[in-house]
């Protein structure tokens, strides 16, 4: 279960807004993560909170493949991410490092900065606490959710 | 079956793929740069894992923050070159046997048709030039196929781009990306492959391909591919490359859509900020009279020698306009060297542009070519996102070599 608040963002994030590229000459997940969000909101880093959510349009993500953005993410103690829809890249990276994420078209329409969401990872059951609406988010194919389950790709290589 | 779903049938042992199936396959080749093998060495020795799959197979390039921007980019490299000498990594490449990667693997044979290659670097889409399956992922998938040799694929639909007619000779295969991004947008074939067959492709050299299959990732898409020709023949021959692929030829029917271009109705094009779909042709950018400071012509998508070889026939005998900027960027040593035997560097030392050695540098806003806030630069690159190549008040306009090249001696965007 998570419960957060909203940081919203729109259509294309992609990983150069999420970690700038001059912050790549170190893999370090505190130090990446203080720049995390810097280009599209510089505010971001002061504002957000451990368990917070990131809400955002179609293709969250694009751009390079660099896993330092869902690390950078992780690092801020953002507990997930819903969108439209992810970049190729990013949503594989995203499974892989253990960052929550979920596709949700309908939450990424409907809800507001700053709204209060309690959602339940498991069913893909997203209540917003502030309009008072419940969204339910695209379940991940089973393979994935197998990855997910065992805690990432690298354990779920290491239990076959 | 698509090109892509022929190649992912064969390798994974299957008579037949479908889009949306899930396969294991084994890799051919499993790159990474100076950034992202970092990532993955600490995900491969953090999971306690002893030894690679095959020590032939794995490609290092140390081209991103190279020659070392600073001490920690200097650390990340040492990372690779000591995690490289412990697992007698072969093709570990850095100082002047270091080119961009992505020109760097096909230019000296690495890459073959109907091979798979994964790469930590979203831009490994560019070898469906050759007629392989390419794509990017991250570190931590990297690391596991590192180990495994094999990693799993959703099997992708594919848009059809259909490609007739032939190029006006100041345009090349970066106006023809460009267009295709303007038709289909940043998402437009995210998850999908985008195959390029037709007459038209017969007119389009090596580096036009390898430019055009470059930016498919621009599209979201998971690859680019062409379908294997002559030319990719004559092309691999000479790599020293002796993978080859027999494509049936696809229907109409195994694609999710089919989009066409008229090579011959592709005029110059300049993606604006601050998305590579965001296109107008150059003509009508000039009449906008936007003054720009800066010019940089090389990167995975636009350093190959064709480029260069453009890029000086537009500035032979001409000079850089005052307060422009202009950074020429040979992809590869073997490029760099043919810029030398074919006198391009004076040609581009006389018009008053300076030339940087092999890196990726100023693309990413690395080094080498970082721009101020307020500034602006025509790039032959990849991408014109809020911030890429420095200040988040900076601004990219992306443009083939021969458009680049004509800003860099009008000092505004367009021709």
Known sequence: MVFGNVHKYGDNVDTDVIIPARYLNVSDKKELSKHCMEDIDSAFIKRVKEGDIIVAGKNFGCGSSREHAPIAISGTGIALVIAESFARIFYRNAINTGLAIMECPEAAEKVQDGDMLIVDTESGIIENTVSGETYRANPFPDFITEIINSGGLINYIKNK | ?415
């Open chain 2, 1 to 415: 079956m698509t090109l892509t779903q022929q190649i992912l049938a064969k390798k994974a042992g299957k008579d037949k793929v479908s889009g949306g199936e899930l396969v294991t396959v084994p890799v051919d080749i499993c790159l990474a740069n100076d950034i992202t093998a970092p990532v993955s060495i600490n995900v491969f020795e953090k999971a306690g894992f002893d030894e690679v799959y095959d020590k032939e197979k794995i490609v290092f390039v140390l081209d991103h923050f190279t020659p070392n921007k600073d001490i920690k980019s200097a650390e990340q490299c040492r990372r690779v070159r000591e995690f490289s000498k412990k697992h007698g990594i072969v093709n570990l490449f850095e100082g002047g046997k270091a080119g961009i990667e992505h020109a760097l693997l096909p230019e000296i044979g690495l890459v073959g048709a109907g091979d798979i290659v994964i790469g930590a670097d979203s831009h490994t889409c560019t070898y469906g030039a050759v007629s392989s399956f390419s794509t990017g992922m991250g570190s931590t998938d990297l690391a596991a196929a590192m180990k495994q040799g094999e990693t799993w694929l959703r099997v992708p639909d594919a848009i059809k781009v259909e490609i007739t007619g032939e190029m006006r000779e100041s345009v090349s295969g970066k106006d023809v990306i460009l267009y295709l991004l303007g038709m289909i947008g940043v998402d437009g074939a995210r998850y999908m492959s985008l195959e390029f067959c037709g007459e038209g492709i017969k007119s389009l050299s090596m580096d036009d391909r390898f430019t055009i299959a470059n930016m498919a990732v621009e599209a979201g898409a998971k690859n680019g591919i062409f379908i294997f020709d002559e030319l990719t023949e004559e092309y691999l021959k000479e790599s020293g490359n002796s993978h080859r692929f027999e494509f049936a030829e696809p229907d109409d029917a195994d694609y999710k859509s089919v989009v066409k271009i008229d090579l011959a109705e592709v005029k110059e094009q300049i993606a604006f900020p601050n998305l590579p779909s965001n296109v107008f042709t150059a003509e009508e950018a000039a009449e906008k009279e936007i003054k720009i400071d800066q010019v940089v012509i090389g990167s995975c998508t636009n350093g190959r020698i064709s480029d260069l070889r453009i890029a000086a026939s537009v500035m032979k005998g001409k000079t850089v306009k005052d307060g422009v900027r202009c950074i020429i960027i040979p992809a590869t040593p073997k490029v760099y060297s043919q810029c030398i035997e074919e006198g391009l560097l004076k040609i581009f030392t006389d018009a008053g542009a300076l030339v940087s050695p092999p890196t990726c540098g100023p693309c990413l806003g690395g080094h080498m070519g970082v721009l101020a806030k307020g500034e602006r630069a025509v790039a032959t690159t990849n991408r014109n996102f809020v911030g890429r190549m420095g200040d988040t008040g900076s601004e990219v306009y992306l443009a083939s070599p021969y458009t680049a090249a004509k800003a860099a001696i009008s000092g505004i965007v367009g021709v």
